[in-house]
Nanobody
């Protein structure tokens, strides 16, 4: 079994900052990539940022500059620093990991339960 547990969401005023964390645990053989997606009410789930085990990073083009993704491979943890938050950043933020478990030879996508980020004054 694999679990992805997010933390760090909450209510923040416009212009504020948040740091989200996601820790993967369980029978993990190797994690190839970890990242963050978000889903606003009534919208589809979209990529925010993704980082490979080698450190290669992809950001959604519209979010470059305010979002910073980082990863601690030793802790199987990915972080998302969000600065200058805007009301339109309000969404559920989901952690994602592409990994292989000890029980298989295939890599699969796993998702966390999501953490709510609300930007409002």
């Amino acid at each position: 079994q694999v679990q992805l547990v997010e933390s760090g969401g909450g209510l923040v005023q416009p212009g504020g900052s948040l740091r989200l964390s996601c820790a993967a645990s369980g029978s993990i053989f190797s994690i190839y990539a970890m990242g963050w997606y978000r889903q606003a009410p009534g919208k589809q789930r979209d990529l925010v940022a993704r980082i490979s085990s080698g450190g290669r990073i992809n950001y959604a083009d519209s979010l470059k500059g305010r979002f910073t993704v980082s990863r601690d491979n030793a802790k199987n943890t990915v972080y998302l620093q969000i600065n200058s938050l805007k009301p339109e950043d309000t969404a559920v933020y989901y952690c994602n990991a592409l990994l292989r478990t000890e029980a298989t030879t295939n890599s699969l996508n796993y998702w966390g339960q999501g953490t709510q980020v609300t930007v409002s004054s």
